[in-house]
């Protein structure tokens, strides 16, 4: 049996929404900790922030279309690095994976990776937005660049957020040399127990404690 502890240590709880003022991030910070997540995954511009010992942050760099140039991302990174990010989630250049130009997505990566050494680097690749064969060639494409984890959705994109299937091609594609982390969309227990299933060791939620109270606590 899954419970719920164990899922709570694999979660980012995330805030966001544009919107989102100081007083809402402290309160997500309060959550967190009262949840047991693993981290709180906020907007950059929301750095620095003061957590517990035993929560880690992280933060969003060329978020949510992914289409900057690859120095600003880079410099959006280190920044967040600076201000004490532990993880950055950054935003592939879908264009580019469009036009096949898996090399140039490639190179967008690398310069995040090189921009923020010693950070954990996830990739989103927008999974909902694209073919099995591009979910596998940005996959192949993350890993080449040294990025540590790759990652379904941002939940903002019109296509969707995760699924079982994407989460299942991008385990398949990495292997256990990379983790998977499962975003968007995951509202219920069972939600995130289908996408852990699929071989996600990571799960970006905003409604954690709704998806964590249906599950077991023993």
């Known amino acids: 049996m899954t419970t719920r502890a164990q899922i709570a240590s694999l979660v980012d709880h995330t805030l966001l929404k544009p919107e989102a003022t100081a ?3 402290d309160a997500l910070v ?24 035993n929560l880690h942050l992280a933060t969003v760099c060329g978020f949510p279309s992914g289409a900057h140039a690859t120095s600003v991302k880079a410099a959006e990174a280190a920044d967040a690095v600076v201000k004490g990010a532990e993880e950055i ?16 997505v490639e190179a967008d990566i690398r310069g995040v990776r090189e921009a923020c050494r010693g950070a954990v680097l996830k990739v989103i690749i927008e999974s909902a937005a694209l073919t099995d064969g591009e979910i596998v060639a940005s996959c192949r494409a993350a890993e080449a660049a040294g990025a540590d984890f790759v990652k379904t959705s941002t939940g903002f994109h019109p296509a969707g957020g995760a ?5 299942a091609l991008m385990r398949a594609t990495v292997g256990d040399r ?6 968007g969309g995951i509202r219920t227990a069972a939600d995130a127990l289908a996408m852990v299933e699929a071989g996600a060791n990571r799960l970006g939620l905003s409604a954690s404690a709704a998806v964590l109270e249906g599950l077991s606590v023993g």
Request: charged fraction near 20%; aromatic fraction near 4%; glycine fraction near 6%.
């Open 89 to 104: 989630d950054m935003v592939v250049n879908l264009r580019l994976i469009k036009e096949g130009d898996f090399d140039a």
């Open 163 to 167: 699924s079982a299937h994407a989460v």
């Open 23 to 25: 007083t809402q991030v």
């Open 30 to 53: 309060v959550e967190a900790a009262a949840l047991g997540t693993y981290s709180v995954c906020v907007s950059p511009s929301l750095l620095p922030l003061e957590l517990p010992d």
């Open 178 to 183: 990379l983790g998977v982390k499962a975003s």
